[in-house]
């Protein structure tokens, strides 16, 4: 048996930690054999709960507030770690990479850093990557999540052999094809309510539509959530968060992800290819990796143009539908998912 601990941090739950659960369960599905253990401050996310420091530091100001409290945090984690005994050890938050990694490494544990989006390019203090480059040299393996995030690495100067492209993965049989018959259209929006996550974006294409016979959905919360619910034209239903997004992502002819900031690879717009419905999506991070224009959704920067044009050709719609689901069941299923950290985890 292969024990693997992955920690990860988060006051809510968000896509890293929804991976992390994912591939726990991917894991137990098709490799038995590797037992994988989530370590959290969250007790949603993970059985097994610490409570020292939970923020993600990234600036001058978080390394002083994290610095007086290093010393307890460590003890904390050796003392969490100690008990499970892990063979491998994921970390996926920038504040567990850079304080734990070299400690673990001479104390002679496996490290894998899972990266879901870019380190280098982005405002994050100097000082963090600087600290970040050095103690990638201690990490036995990183895991990027999309060809964006692994271009970023590299350009970083990080060890190119120590990087591993290992994408995201999709429960195929849980998240089935769905036909869609409802005549009326309904364009989705499955994310943090926030303005990175673009729900400026996609409240301002409600606004433009709502003349028309167009449903919106909001699936999920945020700090940007009021002020959305405020902006409301009076065709969006707003559904907070969800713990099991398939009945709504079922009901979504579209999704709608005009994500601004550069990240990984997007769980909820692949769960959402999954069943059918057709991605319409910003040329940003890792979703021209999930989605080429006209052949499987639609890559733009008009949202509002593209669900018009989508909702005038049902034809298309429909083509777009059906190769959306069968991209997702060619690269992104869960056992295609489990078979790369598999050979990831088993080489260490």
């Known amino acids: 048996m292969l024990s693997v601990l992955a920690v990860r941090n988060a006051i809510k739950i968000g896509g890293a930690e929804l991976y992390l659960m994912n591939l726990a369960r991917a894991l137990k599905k098709y490799y038995p054999n590797i037992r994988l253990t989530l370590l959290s401050n969250n007790h949603k996310v993970a059985r097994e709960t610490v409570d020292v420091f939970n923020e993600e530091i990234g ?17 904390v984690y050796a003392t969490a770690i100690k008990k499970i ?38 405002s994050r203090a100097r000082e963090i990557t600087a600290f970040y480059y050095l103690a990638s040299r201690f990490a036995n393996a990183i895991a990027a999540e999309s060809r964006d995030t692994a271009r970023d690495l590299a350009e970083g100067k990080i060890t190119k052999k120590k990087i591993q492209p290992i994408g995201t993965g999709v429960d195929t049989d849980h998240f089935s094809f769905y036909q869609r018959a409802a005549k009326t259209l309904t364009v989705g929006f499955v994310a943090t309510v926030c303005w990175e996550k673009g729900i400026k974006q996609f409240m301002q294409t409600a606004a433009a539509l709502k003349s028309r016979k167009i449903k919106f959905l909001v699936v999920g919360d945020g700090p940007q959530l009021a002020w959305a619910k405020n902006k409301n034209p009076g065709s969006v239903q707003f559904v907070g968060y969800q713990a099991d997004t398939r009945p709504f992502l079922a009901e979504m002819d579209i999704i709608l992800s005009p994500i601004s900031h550069p990240g990984g690879l997007s769980l909820s717009v ?12 910003s040329d940003v991070g890792g979703n021209s990796q999930l989605v ?16 018009l044009r989508l909702n005038q050709n049902r034809k298309q719609l429909k083509k777009l539908s059906a ?21 990831i985890l088993c080489r260490l």
Do not use: C
């Open 59 to 75: 600036t001058k100001k978080g390394i002083l507030r994290f610095l007086p409290r290093l010393s307890r945090y460590l003890i």
């Open 85 to 122: 005994n892990p063979d491998v050890i994921i970390f996926s938050g920038m504040t567990e990479k850079l304080a734990l990694t070299i400690p673990l490494r001479l104390m002679g544990k496996k490290i894998v850093w899972l990266e879901h989006g870019r380190v280098f390019a982005t």
């Open 270 to 281: 692949a769960q959402a290819m999954a069943t059918g419905a057709v991605p319409i999506v």
């Open 292 to 307: 080429t224009n006209n052949v499987n959704g639609l890559v733009t920067a008009d949202p509002t143009t593209a669900v």
């Open 323 to 343: 190769a959306a689901r069968e991209k997702i069941a060619a690269d992104y299923s869960w056992q295609r998912w489990a078979n790369g950290w598999q050979q």
